[in-house]
Protein backbone atom coordinates (compact mmCIF):
# COMPACT_ATOMS: atom_id res chain seq x y z
CA UNK A 1 0.00 0.00 0.00
CA UNK A 2 0.97 3.36 -0.75
CA UNK A 3 0.35 6.83 1.65
CA UNK A 4 1.33 10.19 1.63
CA UNK A 5 1.20 12.43 5.10
CA UNK A 6 1.37 16.54 5.20
CA UNK A 7 1.58 17.04 8.76
CA UNK A 8 0.59 20.28 8.11
CA UNK A 9 -2.71 21.89 7.59
CA UNK A 10 -1.73 25.18 6.75
CA UNK A 11 1.44 27.50 6.73
CA UNK A 12 2.08 30.83 6.96
CA UNK A 13 4.32 32.43 5.27
CA UNK A 14 5.31 36.54 4.74
CA UNK A 15 5.82 38.07 1.20
CA UNK A 16 9.58 37.60 -0.02
CA UNK A 17 10.27 35.21 2.39
CA UNK A 18 10.99 31.50 1.75
CA UNK A 19 8.46 28.77 2.31
CA UNK A 20 8.35 25.25 2.60
CA UNK A 21 5.51 22.70 2.58
CA UNK A 22 6.20 19.69 4.27
CA UNK A 23 5.53 15.78 2.71
CA UNK A 24 6.45 12.24 3.74
CA UNK A 25 5.48 9.09 1.47
CA UNK A 26 5.12 5.57 1.93
CA UNK A 27 5.48 3.22 -0.63
CA UNK A 28 6.61 -0.81 -1.06
CA UNK A 29 8.75 -0.20 -4.48
CA UNK A 30 10.44 2.99 -5.72
CA UNK A 31 8.40 6.39 -5.57
CA UNK A 32 7.19 8.44 -7.98
CA UNK A 33 6.29 11.74 -6.59
CA UNK A 34 4.42 14.90 -7.79
CA UNK A 35 3.12 18.23 -6.55
CA UNK A 36 0.09 19.68 -7.52
CA UNK A 37 -1.88 22.94 -6.34
CA UNK A 38 -5.51 24.05 -6.31
CA UNK A 39 -6.99 27.57 -6.25
CA UNK A 40 -10.48 27.76 -5.79
CA UNK A 41 -12.94 25.84 -7.57
CA UNK A 42 -10.31 24.91 -9.73
CA UNK A 43 -8.72 21.43 -10.51
CA UNK A 44 -5.67 20.62 -9.99
CA UNK A 45 -2.91 22.30 -11.63
CA UNK A 46 0.57 19.98 -11.66
CA UNK A 47 3.36 21.72 -10.07
CA UNK A 48 6.70 19.35 -10.19
CA UNK A 49 7.59 15.54 -9.76
CA UNK A 50 10.60 13.50 -9.31
CA UNK A 51 11.35 10.48 -10.75
CA UNK A 52 14.78 9.65 -10.78
CA UNK A 53 17.98 11.75 -11.00
CA UNK A 54 18.82 14.53 -9.27
CA UNK A 55 16.81 14.68 -6.36
CA UNK A 56 16.25 18.73 -6.51
CA UNK A 57 13.79 19.07 -9.18
CA UNK A 58 12.75 22.10 -10.46
CA UNK A 59 9.05 23.40 -11.02
CA UNK A 60 6.41 25.74 -12.44
CA UNK A 61 6.35 29.51 -10.96
CA UNK A 62 9.59 29.27 -9.47
CA UNK A 63 8.95 26.40 -6.88
CA UNK A 64 11.19 23.08 -6.95
CA UNK A 65 11.36 20.05 -3.89
CA UNK A 66 13.84 18.18 -2.98
CA UNK A 67 13.79 14.24 -2.59
CA UNK A 68 15.45 12.33 0.64
CA UNK A 69 15.35 8.83 -0.05
CA UNK A 70 16.09 8.27 3.55
CA UNK A 71 13.66 10.33 5.34
CA UNK A 72 11.12 9.48 2.83
CA UNK A 73 10.12 13.35 2.30
CA UNK A 74 9.83 15.19 -0.38
CA UNK A 75 9.18 18.72 0.38
CA UNK A 76 8.04 21.94 -2.01
CA UNK A 77 9.86 24.99 -1.32
CA UNK A 78 10.38 28.11 -2.99
CA UNK A 79 12.75 30.61 -2.19
CA UNK A 80 10.57 34.16 -2.03
CA UNK A 81 6.89 33.31 -1.98
CA UNK A 82 4.71 35.82 -3.51
CA UNK A 83 0.74 36.39 -2.17
CA UNK A 84 -0.63 35.12 -5.31
CA UNK A 85 0.76 31.75 -4.36
CA UNK A 86 -1.61 31.47 -2.07
CA UNK A 87 -3.65 27.92 -2.50
CA UNK A 88 -4.00 24.33 -1.28
CA UNK A 89 -1.03 22.26 -2.34
CA UNK A 90 -1.17 18.58 -2.60
CA UNK A 91 1.76 16.14 -2.66
CA UNK A 92 1.12 12.69 -4.08
CA UNK A 93 3.07 9.58 -4.62
CA UNK A 94 2.38 6.63 -7.69
CA UNK A 95 4.84 3.13 -6.62
CA UNK A 96 6.29 2.32 -10.07
CA UNK A 97 5.57 -0.80 -9.54
CA UNK A 98 2.03 -0.98 -8.33
CA UNK A 99 -0.23 0.44 -10.77
CA UNK A 100 -0.88 3.99 -12.46
CA UNK A 101 -3.08 5.55 -9.61
CA UNK A 102 -1.93 8.51 -7.38
CA UNK A 103 -2.02 8.63 -3.79
CA UNK A 104 -2.88 12.27 -2.48
CA UNK A 105 -2.40 13.60 0.72
CA UNK A 106 -4.55 15.32 2.88
CA UNK A 107 -3.43 19.01 1.11
CA UNK A 108 -1.47 22.14 3.21
CA UNK A 109 -2.89 25.41 3.16
CA UNK A 110 -0.74 28.00 2.35
CA UNK A 111 -1.57 31.54 3.56
CA UNK A 112 1.49 34.45 1.52
CA UNK A 113 0.70 37.50 3.56
CA UNK A 114 1.88 41.08 2.14
CA UNK B 1 -3.79 23.59 -26.29
CA UNK B 2 -7.44 22.53 -24.91
CA UNK B 3 -7.35 21.18 -21.41
CA UNK B 4 -9.28 18.27 -19.38
CA UNK B 5 -12.93 19.64 -19.45
CA UNK B 6 -15.40 18.38 -17.54
CA UNK B 7 -19.25 18.64 -17.33
CA UNK B 8 -21.48 19.81 -15.74
CA UNK B 9 -19.45 21.75 -13.30
CA UNK B 10 -22.38 21.72 -11.01
CA UNK B 11 -25.02 18.53 -10.30
CA UNK B 12 -27.67 19.10 -7.43
CA UNK B 13 -29.73 16.01 -7.18
CA UNK B 14 -31.77 14.61 -4.99
CA UNK B 15 -31.49 11.19 -3.12
CA UNK B 16 -31.91 8.00 -5.01
CA UNK B 17 -31.53 9.57 -8.33
CA UNK B 18 -29.61 8.68 -11.09
CA UNK B 19 -26.18 11.09 -12.51
CA UNK B 20 -24.07 10.96 -15.42
CA UNK B 21 -20.60 13.13 -14.85
CA UNK B 22 -18.70 13.92 -18.84
CA UNK B 23 -14.94 14.04 -19.01
CA UNK B 24 -13.20 15.48 -21.96
CA UNK B 25 -9.51 14.60 -22.40
CA UNK B 26 -6.66 15.79 -23.79
CA UNK B 27 -6.74 15.34 -27.15
CA UNK B 28 -4.24 11.83 -27.92
CA UNK B 29 -3.93 10.89 -24.36
CA UNK B 30 -4.64 7.32 -24.01
CA UNK B 31 -5.04 6.99 -20.22
CA UNK B 32 -8.01 8.72 -18.56
CA UNK B 33 -8.68 9.06 -14.47
CA UNK B 34 -11.43 9.93 -12.59
CA UNK B 35 -10.93 10.92 -8.40
CA UNK B 36 -13.42 11.77 -6.05
CA UNK B 37 -12.37 14.52 -3.24
CA UNK B 38 -14.18 14.85 -0.19
CA UNK B 39 -14.94 18.09 1.32
CA UNK B 40 -11.46 18.70 3.52
CA UNK B 41 -9.54 15.98 1.60
CA UNK B 42 -7.11 14.93 -1.01
CA UNK B 43 -8.64 13.18 -3.76
CA UNK B 44 -8.98 9.69 -3.75
CA UNK B 45 -8.56 7.62 -6.86
CA UNK B 46 -11.69 5.47 -8.37
CA UNK B 47 -11.07 3.87 -11.84
CA UNK B 48 -8.24 4.65 -14.60
CA UNK B 49 -8.85 3.60 -18.26
CA UNK B 50 -6.16 2.72 -20.66
CA UNK B 51 -7.94 3.20 -24.20
CA UNK B 52 -11.84 2.04 -23.80
CA UNK B 53 -11.09 -0.74 -20.97
CA UNK B 54 -10.86 -0.25 -17.31
CA UNK B 55 -7.47 -1.01 -16.76
CA UNK B 56 -7.64 -0.78 -12.97
CA UNK B 57 -11.44 -0.17 -10.43
CA UNK B 58 -10.19 -0.89 -7.62
CA UNK B 59 -11.08 2.39 -6.40
CA UNK B 60 -15.15 2.28 -6.87
CA UNK B 61 -16.44 2.51 -3.60
CA UNK B 62 -19.29 -0.16 -4.62
CA UNK B 63 -21.24 -1.33 -7.65
CA UNK B 64 -23.56 1.69 -7.75
CA UNK B 65 -20.74 3.45 -9.37
CA UNK B 66 -19.61 2.51 -12.85
CA UNK B 67 -17.71 4.30 -15.79
CA UNK B 68 -17.21 3.62 -19.46
CA UNK B 69 -15.13 5.28 -22.27
CA UNK B 70 -16.75 3.47 -25.22
CA UNK B 71 -14.39 5.54 -27.92
CA UNK B 72 -11.37 5.44 -25.77
CA UNK B 73 -11.92 9.28 -25.51
CA UNK B 74 -14.82 11.26 -23.87
CA UNK B 75 -15.67 8.94 -20.54
CA UNK B 76 -19.12 9.09 -18.43
CA UNK B 77 -18.86 8.26 -14.50
CA UNK B 78 -22.19 6.99 -13.57
CA UNK B 79 -23.92 7.05 -10.10
CA UNK B 80 -26.88 5.03 -9.71
CA UNK B 81 -29.18 5.61 -6.56
CA UNK B 82 -27.42 8.34 -5.23
CA UNK B 83 -26.75 8.94 -1.56
CA UNK B 84 -25.92 11.87 0.44
CA UNK B 85 -22.52 10.48 0.93
CA UNK B 86 -21.91 10.68 -2.40
CA UNK B 87 -21.64 14.30 -2.57
CA UNK B 88 -18.16 15.45 -3.26
CA UNK B 89 -16.10 16.98 -6.07
CA UNK B 90 -15.22 14.38 -8.92
CA UNK B 91 -12.30 15.24 -10.88
CA UNK B 92 -11.12 13.57 -13.82
CA UNK B 93 -7.51 13.91 -15.34
CA UNK B 94 -5.98 12.44 -18.41
CA UNK B 95 -2.23 11.59 -19.07
CA UNK B 96 -0.46 10.93 -22.49
CA UNK B 97 1.21 7.47 -21.79
CA UNK B 98 0.37 5.10 -19.06
CA UNK B 99 2.58 3.01 -17.53
CA UNK B 100 5.73 5.59 -18.59
CA UNK B 101 7.85 6.09 -15.67
CA UNK B 102 7.53 10.09 -17.21
CA UNK B 103 4.03 9.45 -17.41
CA UNK B 104 2.11 12.54 -15.99
CA UNK B 105 -1.40 13.17 -15.03
CA UNK B 106 -3.50 16.54 -15.94
CA UNK B 107 -6.65 16.96 -14.31
CA UNK B 108 -9.98 19.04 -15.42
CA UNK B 109 -11.56 21.17 -13.21
CA UNK B 110 -14.12 18.83 -11.43
CA UNK B 111 -18.05 18.29 -11.08
CA UNK B 112 -19.67 19.52 -7.83
CA UNK B 113 -21.87 16.95 -7.22
CA UNK B 114 -24.57 17.57 -4.25
CA UNK B 115 -26.95 14.95 -3.40
CA UNK B 116 -30.05 16.49 -1.16
Known amino acids: AQSVAQPEDQVNVAEGNPLTVKCTYSVSGNPYLFWYVQYPNRGLQFLLKYITGDNLVKGSYGFEAEFNKSQTSFHLKKPSALVSDSALYFC????????????FGGGTRLMVKP | GAGVSQTPSNKVTEKGKYVELRCDPI?????LYWYRQSLGQGPEFLIY????????DSGLPNDRFFAVRPEGSVSTLKIQRTERGDSAVYLC??????????????FGPGTRLTVL
Open chain 2, 49 to 56: FQGTGAAD
Open chain 2, 27 to 31: SGHTA
Open chain 1, 92 to 103: AVRDAGAGNMLT
Open chain 2, 93 to 106: ASSPLAGSRTDTQY
